[in-house]
Every structure is written in structure tokens, then in C-alpha cells.
């Protein structure tokens, strides 16, 4: 009974989507809502896509990772590759940025994840400096002055992979292998004495976020003209921690939140870049003071419909050493 | 011989980045945590020296002694507004809080002074080149391995042969045996930063000599490779950091002695991502392992 509650509640919510996106995709191509609407909609639907691909490895898994500009670098490179040098539809540039940067992540993965906390933090902002020097230093993709690209990204797409990403990361937290990964959150060695084998969870979780994380790459390449190595550096990786921070360190709901407000307040402060950054930073230390669990903590929206140990959240605070 | 001049030039480097890095490894080992503002700081350092040698027409072993007190007063700023009330957090926030302190710096001294790049006034200190069998030695270079050796001499004295470097010690080893022991655990803390910061602001300077130009977020590059070459010594563990320091500087010069100048930023990296997989405890730390 329970079961079938929640999967009707789950096809409530796919079908009041699919008509949000339809609804959408008429006031655009009606041109019911202008253009620099449209491009900020473009803009928090890719970061949305990254906020929620991060959440799996930051906010379920509980590995520290600040490299995600570098997925992002490789899926929006990859993609254009295909589509501009190869000539090959979107669709497939898609599906290549998101398998590029899987199989960027799995290469990472395996021996990184090895690595505890802030060791792993740092091991994946050396990854993400790596991986912007790399494209810096390859005159096939334009190095330092970039690649244009044709703008490609279009509202059924963006929104087809925002359902995507949402769907699938919503799903696995909620199967088996989710669990496994928040028991490796909560306390990794007792996880693994529980019999839990943390590396496989940790690093399937680390490629499905960066898959998806590859398929925004894709989405935000193919939105601009022009992509650089200098979009991908350690700013943009923060950037996207923060959308995950600020929503609360394991809750879906909480990342796609904040990727949506924090979107909007940059897209208005866009001509204070200094102030914007200060804002962004003060934020960060005065929430991390005040209220380190995040604006949800680790409950989602849907909370109220749950009377289970995940509506209380919090157990982040509790244990100091052993998460992050 | 071009290759003993990089090495050479590698080793005055790599003593800048050894400044930096003792700065990291006495934090890390105190609180366990990155300190992401450190690069900043290093920052700040330069600019009190650009300040006080253009508009104060200070000297420059003054100029270096001012920043190196402004800096530790800011260092224990920063321990005591954003560091303090997180000491029992967990670690994900004291490391976002550092990230955090880190851009207010940078942007703040952004949005103080503007972006743009200054230039360090030359011929501060007249040392003459020395010429070794056919190795021409700059004078610069001496100097900054004469400022960075007598700075790391005079850390070991502190660290060992004074109170308060017995008590960052006891504090590094055990912080709860240390309060019990009577030792004021937040001036311990603070000296640590304070000690630290100073040695940032002193390399902040000295950098600025060696590369004539400074910029708000110049901090940033020498910051992380200041903390791989913590980690690559073994983080918490003093000699460590000088040695890798001084290592990095070393390899770095020879990738770019090598022709690979372009890809001289991404070596720290992979130093740091084949010390993490092969020996995570650093070339001098010794293995913990971690109970339940």
C-alpha cells in the first residue's frame, strides 16, 4: 500500500511536470516571455542539472568533491566535438558529454576515492585545474582563446534532462544502492564493516553525477557561442558547491531550490561581479556558522508525506569525523 | 649549466612555496583544517609591502617586517571571526567556511582597489650576482634563500625551544590532554595562526620582488601549490613542508627548463594526485589507521 502511495505520488508529480515543461515550451516559442527570461530560465535549468549531480556525491555519498567544473568542462568539450568538428546531431553531442565525463569521472574515481575528506577535496580541485590546463594546451579545441559552438540548446532538451537527472537521482537515493551510499555518508568504516562494499557505491555514485554533470556541460556549451577553458576554473566548481550547501547537504529539493534563487539573485547582480562574490562568500560563512545543515538540512520538500527517520535530518551534525 | 641554474632558480622557488606551506602544515596540524584563506593572506602580505615601499618609501627589510605583522594580526582575525565558533563543526563546514573566507578576501580586496595588477618597484635590494664555475646566481635568488632559511631557522627554534611552541605541540598531539593540562588551547590557536600568517605575508613579499607583479588573486595558484607541497612533505609535519617546497620548486623549474612551461601549473597537480593514491601520509608522515 505504502509503495503504491508513493509511486502514485510519483506520477502525480512527472505528469504535473511534463505539463509545466509544455506549458513552457508554448510561452517561448510564442514569445509570451522575452528573451533575457528565456536565457535566465536556460541558465538555472543547466544548474539545476549540476546542483542535483553534485547533491548525489556531496549531499547522498557524502564525498567532498570541488572539482565538478572540470565534469563540466569535459562534457561541454566533448559535446562540441562531436557536434562542430564531427558534424553530428545534438542529440548525440548530449549523450557523448554525459558518457565523456562518466568516463572521466570512473577514471578519477577509482583511485581518488580512496581518499578521505579534505584529502578528496583537494584531489579533485587538482583534477579540475588539470582538466582546465589540458583543454588550455590543446590547440584542437582552441586552447586559450576556446571553440565556438553553435547555440543548440533548446527547451524540450534542457527540460528533458532536467526531468532526466532529477528522475534518476530522486530513484537511486531511494533504491538500495542509495541507502548504501547514505550508510557510507553517516559512517563509512561502519558501513564497510556492515558489509557494505564503499568504494563500488562510492564511485557509482561519482559517475552518475558526473555523467549528468557532463550532460549539463553539454547543455551550457551549446548555449553559448563560444566555450573557454577560463568558464571551467575553480569558481565555477564553487559555484555549483554552494547550490548544494546553501539547499542543505543531502536534500535533492534543497539543491534544486537554491540553484533556482541563487540563479536569479546572480543573474541581477550580473553587472557587480565584485559584489556578487561577496555576497556569495558571507553567505557561505555566515550560513556555515549559523546553520551548517543548510536552508532543508537533509529533509526534501516532500517531507510531509514521509513519517520516517529521514524526515528528521541532521544527522550530519552529529558526526564530526567521520562525514566529509 | 643551464640546468644547475634552473635548479637554482627551482630552489628559490620552491623556498617561497616553503613559506607558504609551513603556514599550512602548523594549521593543519593543530585543527585539521585546510586553511583556503592562506593563499589570501600571502596576498594581502605582498600588497602591505607594495604599500609600504611605494607610499611609505619604507626599506626593504622593513617593508617585509610590517607585513609580516599585519599579516599575523590578520591571520588571528580571520582564526577568531570565521574559524572559532566552528571548531566542533564538522569538517565539510569548516572547509567551506575557509573557502568562504578565502573569495571575501580576494573580492573584497577587489572591490577595495580594483583588479588591476601592480608592479613591485626593482633593485630594492642591490645584491650583485655571483658567478659559480660558469653559474650565474642572481642576487634576488640569494636573497629569497637567505630570507626563507633564516625564517624556517628561526620557526624550528620557536616550535622547539620555546613555551609557546611546546604548547602547539602538546595542542597538535592531543587537544583535550593539552586543556586538561592547563594549556590555553585558543592562544595556542591563535599564535599558530598568527606565526603562520606572518610567514605568509613574509613569502607574499618576497614574491612580489621576484615576479614584479601582484594582483588580487594571485593567492590563489601559490596557495594550492603551497598546500600540495604540504601534503607532499606529509601535512602537520614541519620539515616536511620545506622539503616539499622546496622539491616542488625544483620540479616545477625543470618542466619548464624541459619546455613544458605551458603545463608548469598542472605538474603540482598530478604531484599531488600520484602522492595522494601512492603515499597519502606524505614523503615523512607515518600511517595512521582509523577505528570506529
Known amino acids: 500500500m505504502k509503495i503504491l502511495k508513493s509511486a502514485k505520488g510519483f506520477w502525480t508529480s512527472i505528469v504535473l511536470a511534463v505539463v509545466f515543461g509544455i506549458v513552457m515550451q508554448f510561452l517561448i516559442t510564442?514569445?509570451?516571455?522575452n528573451f533575457f527570461y528565456v536565457n535566465t530560465l536556460y541558465f538555472i535549468g543547466i544548474n539545476i542539472i549540476l546542483a542535483a549531480s553534485l547533491h548525489l556525491i556531496i549531499g547522498i555519498t557524502g564525498q567532498f568533491s570541488i572539482g565538478h567544473a572540470g565534469f563540466l568542462a569535459v562534457g561541454a568539450y566533448a559535446s562540441a566535438i562531436i557536434t562542430m568538428k564531427l558534424e553530428l546531431p545534438f542529440s548525440l553531442g548530449l549523450l557523448a558529454g554525459g558518457l565523456a565525463a562518466a568516463v572521466a569521472g570512473l577514471i578519477i574515481g577509482i583511485p581518488s576515492l580512496r581518499l578521505k575528506g579534505d584529502y578528496l577535496a583537494i584531489a579533485t580541485l587538482g583534477f579540475g585545474e588539470i582538466v582546465r590546463i589540458v583543454f588550455l594546451n590543446i590547440d584542437y579545441v582552441g586552447g586559450a582563446s576556446g571553440m565556438s559552438v553553435t547555440q543548440l540548446t533548446t527547451w524540450p532538451w534542457l527540460f528533458g534532462s532536467i526531468l532526466l537527472t532529477v528522475i534518476v537521482i530522486r530513484n537511486f537515493t531511494n533504491s538500495t544502492h542509495g541507502r548504501a551510499c547514505i550508510s557510507v555518508r553517516e559512517n563509512e568504516i561502519a558501513a564497510d564493516a556492515m558489509g557494505i562494499n564503499t568504494t563500488y557505491y562510492k564511485v557509482i555514485a561519482f559517475v552518475i553525477g558526473s555523467f549528468f554533470a557532463g550532460v549539463a556541460g553539454a547543455l551550457y556549451a551549446h548555449n553559448f557561442f563560444i566555450i573557454q577553458p577560463t568558464n571551467f576554473g575553480f569558481l565555477k566548481s564553487f559555484d555549483i558547491l554552494i547550490f548544494v550547501v546553501l539547499g542543505g547537504l543531502g536534500s535533492l529539493s534543497g539543491a534544486v531550490l537554491s540553484a533556482i534563487l541563487l540563479t536569479i539573485i546572480s543573474t541581477f547582480l550580473q553587472s557587480y561581479p565584485e559584489v556578487r562574490m561577496i555576497i556569495y562568500s558571507l553567505v557561505l560563512i555566515i550560513m556555515m556558522i549559523y546553520r551548517p545543515q543548510?536552508?532543508?538540512?537533509?529533509?526534501?520538500l516532500t517531507t510531509f508525506f514521509k513519517f520516517g527517520k529521514s524526515a528528521k535530518g541532521g544527522v550530519h551534525n552529529d558526526s564530526k569525523d567521520t562525514v566529509a | 649549466m643551464e640546468f644547475v641554474q634552473q635548479l637554482v632558480n627551482g630552489v628559490s622557488l620552491g623556498s617561497i612555496y616553503a613559506l607558504i606551506a609551513l603556514g599550512y602544515t602548523m594549521v593543519y596540524g593543530i585543527v585539521k583544517l585546510i586553511n583556503f584563506a592562506h593563499g589570501d593572506v600571502f596576498m594581502i602580505g605582498a600588497f602591505i609591502g607594495f604599500y609600504s615601499i611605494t607610499f611609505l618609501h619604507l626599506n626593504f627589510f622593513l617593508a617585509l617586517i610590517i607585513s609580516m605583522v599585519f599579516c599575523a594580526i590578520f591571520g588571528v582575525l580571520i582564526e577568531r571571526i570565521a574559524y572559532k565558533p566552528l571548531r566542533n563543526a564538522t569538517r565539510i563546514a569548516a572547509l567551506i567556511t575557509a573557502i568562504g573566507v578565502s573569495l571575501l578576501i580576494e573580492y573584497g580586496v577587489i572591490y577595495f582597489r580594483g583588479a588591476q595588477p601592480e608592479a613591485y618597484p626593482?633593485?630594492?635590494v642591490p645584491i650583485k650576482a655571483i658567478e659559480i664555475l660558469g653559474v650565474k646566481i642572481s642576487g634576488q635568488s640569494?636573497?629569497?634563500?637567505?630570507?626563507?632559511?633564516?625564517?624556517m631557522v628561526l620557526l624550528q627554534f620557536i616550535v622547539h625551544k620555546t613555551k609557546i611552541g611546546k604548547a602547539m605541540r602538546a595542542v597538535s598531539h592531543d587537544m583535550d590532554a593539552a586543556k586538561l593540562m592547563g594549556i590555553n588551547v585558543n592562544n595556542t590557536i591563535s599564535a599558530t595562526f598568527a606565526i603562520g600568517s606572518a610567514l605568509a605575508g613574509a613569502a607574499g613579499v618576497i614574491f612580489g620582488m621576484y615576479y614584479t607583479k601582484i594582483e588580487?588573486?594571485?593567492g590563489i595558484i601559490p596557495g594550492l601549490k603551497a598546500f600540495v607541497a604540504a601534503v607532499?612533505?606529509?601535512?602537520?609535519?614541519?620539515?616536511?613542508?620545506?622539503?616539499?617546497g622546496l622539491l616542488l620548486g625544483v620540479?616545477?623549474?625543470l618542466v619548464s627548463a624541459l619546455g613544458f612551461s605551458l603545463w608548469r601549473d598542472g605538474v603540482a597537480f598530478v604531484v599531488l594526485i600520484l602522492i595522494l593514491i601512492f603515499r597519502p601520509s606524505g614523503l615523512f608522515g607515518k600511517n595512521v589507521r582509523e577505528k570506529v
Open chain 1, 294 to 300: 543548510g536552508l532543508l538540512g537533509t529533509r526534501e
Open chain 2, 251 to 253: 620540479i616545477e623549474s
Open chain 1, 30 to 33: 510564442g514569445e509570451i516571455i
Open chain 2, 232 to 244: 607532499l612533505g606529509g601535512i602537520g609535519i614541519i620539515p616536511g613542508a620545506m622539503v616539499g
Open chain 2, 122 to 124: 626593482s633593485g630594492l
Open chain 2, 216 to 218: 588580487p588573486l594571485m
Open chain 2, 142 to 151: 640569494l636573497l629569497i634563500l637567505g630570507i626563507s632559511l633564516s625564517l
